[in-house]
């Protein structure tokens, strides 16, 4: 007896995003995507801040004048806040800040791409933990104090040669590397999976990979040229944009 046909039902992409979106999220996951979106957020902040000091007054002025030890410690006596920007505090703020949205980018990441995701997340703490293994800027900061209260010329002597040493260990930037790579695996993987857009995917790409011929540059000289500068700006723009549509989806996949 031939069985009697059944109606077959078209679903909109519109009605089974929010389908997919419940799925790749479980609830275990959900706070997490909501840290991690608010984070993100957050560390937009961090690229501006970095603008807004170079143009405080005198600021750029001091910081052009740290060519020796003595320089650095006079820089921190002076201004000690500007003494730990220009030896990296905000690119350790910005670290911590992206912490929880990467792990809340491979919670949605890994039913597309789990190998691709969890390696992006890996190569990602791995760079936090080589920076924040190679940052010396609070050993500056307290060998600057040191330096100050000493009383004899010898002491002053053992405080620049500890300083020299800080920061000729302090000069690799490849914590920082690594973290952009990792992003860029990351933002790759975001390219074919159905959580994020197209756009998102792009602009981490993007910014990654200018920031990362950035980092190329400053390998070779102390300071970056006018060419650099510019890639260096598109990069913080597009980074920036990629922050805040990944933190803008994360809060929404939190809400599910």
């Given at each position: 007896?031939?069985?009697?046909?059944?109606?077959?039902?078209?679903?909109?992409?519109?009605?089974?995003?929010?389908?997919?979106?419940?799925?790749?999220?479980?609830?275990?996951?959900?706070?997490?995507?909501?840290?991690?979106?608010?984070?993100?957020?957050?560390?937009?902040?961090?690229?501006?801040?970095?603008?807004?000091?170079?143009?405080?007054?005198?600021?750029?002025?001091?910081?052009?004048?740290?060519?020796?030890?003595?320089?650095?410690?006079?820089?921190?006596?002076?201004?000690?806040f500007l003494g730990l920007?220009?030896?990296?505090?905000?690119?350790?703020?910005?670290?911590?800040?992206?912490?929880?949205?990467?792990?809340?980018?491979?919670?949605?990441?890994?039913?597309?791409?789990?190998?691709?995701?969890?390696?992006?997340?890996?190569?990602?703490?791995?760079?936090?933990?080589?920076?924040?293994?190679?940052?010396?800027?609070?050993?500056?900061?307290?060998?600057?104090?040191?330096?100050?209260?000493?009383?004899?010329?010898?002491?002053?002597?053992?405080?620049?040669?500890?300083?020299?040493?800080?920061?000729?260990?302090?000069?690799?930037?490849?914590?920082?590397?690594?973290?952009?790579?990792?992003?860029?695996?990351?933002?790759?993987?975001?390219?074919?999976?159905?959580?994020?857009?197209?756009?998102?995917?792009?602009a981490g790409i993007l910014?990654?990979?200018?920031?990362?011929?950035?980092?190329?540059?400053?390998?070779?000289?102390?300071?970056?040229?006018?060419?650099?500068?510019?890639?260096?700006?598109?990069?913080?723009?597009?980074?920036?944009?990629?922050?805040?549509?990944?933190?803008?989806?994360?809060?929404?996949?939190?809400?599910?």
């Amino acid at each position: 007896m031939r069985s009697r046909d059944r109606p077959v039902y078209q679903v909109s992409r519109s009605e089974l995003k929010p389908v997919i979106d419940a799925e790749t999220v479980e609830s275990g996951w959900k706070g997490l995507c909501k840290v991690g979106g608010t984070t993100a957020l957050i560390a937009v902040l961090v690229p501006l801040a970095e603008v807004a000091i170079n143009y405080l007054p005198g600021l750029a002025r001091a910081s052009q004048q740290t060519v020796t030890v003595v320089d650095w410690f006079t820089l921190f006596q002076n201004h000690w806040f500007l003494g730990l920007r220009n030896l990296g505090l905000l690119n350790l703020v910005g670290a911590v800040l992206l912490a929880p949205m990467v792990f809340a980018i491979y919670s949605a990441l890994r039913r597309d791409n789990e190998a691709y995701a969890a390696l992006g997340t890996i190569l990602f703490f791995v760079g936090i933990a080589v920076y924040l293994a190679g940052n010396r800027a609070f050993t500056m900061l307290s060998l600057s104090g040191q330096y100050a209260s000493a009383a004899t010329d010898a002491q002053r002597s053992l405080f620049i040669a500890a300083g020299q040493a800080m920061l000729a260990e302090g000069q690799s930037r490849a914590g920082i590397l690594l973290i952009e790579f990792a992003c860029l695996v990351i933002s790759a993987v975001m390219l074919r999976s159905k959580v994020f857009s197209k756009a998102t995917a792009y602009a981490g790409i993007l910014g990654n990979v200018l920031l990362i011929v950035v980092e190329i540059i400053l390998a070779f000289a102390r300071r970056l040229p006018d060419a650099g500068i510019v890639i260096a700006g598109g990069g913080g723009l597009s980074i920036m944009t990629w922050y805040l549509l990944v933190g803008r989806r994360l809060l929404q996949l939190g809400r599910l």
